[in-house]
């Protein structure tokens, strides 16, 4: 059974940082790109961040330079750091992995607020 399982979700004031979490369980995910999307409901789901199996990294142009994506496929793990955290980051953010299938995670809820 696959499983994607988001964390470190929270709210945070304009400014301010915080890092995701998923890890992943039930594939083998060195193998596996890994992707950052995050969705209001009612709104497109958006593309944040990715990062290859190479390692190399893509980021939607409204997060670069403020978030950073990483992998430790040692811990079946990905990261999303997220910096200088702006008021229209808020919504959920989720985590997928992808290959020949996809898979999803539950997601974590971001709010960003004075």
């Known amino acids: 059974q696959v499983q994607l399982v988001e964390s470190g979700g929270g709210m945070v004031q304009p400014g301010g940082s915080l890092r995701l979490t998923c890890v992943a369980s039930?594939?083998?995910?060195?193998?596996?790109?890994i992707y950052w999307y995050r969705q209001t409901p009612g709104t497109e789901r958006e593309l944040v961040a990715g990062?290859?199996?190479?390692?190399?990294?893509m980021y939607a142009v409204s997060v670069k330079g403020r978030f950073a994506i990483s992998r430790d496929n040692a811990e079946n793990t990905v990261y999303l750091q997220m910096n200088n955290l702006k008021p229209d980051d808020t919504t959920v953010y989720y985590c997928?992995?992808?290959?020949?299938?996809?898979?999803w995670g539950q997601g974590s809820q971001v709010t960003v607020s004075s």
């Open positions: 997928t992995a992808k290959r020949v299938n996809v898979y």
């Open positions: 039930g594939i083998s995910f060195s193998v596996h790109s």
């Open positions: 990062i290859f199996r190479s390692g190399s990294t």
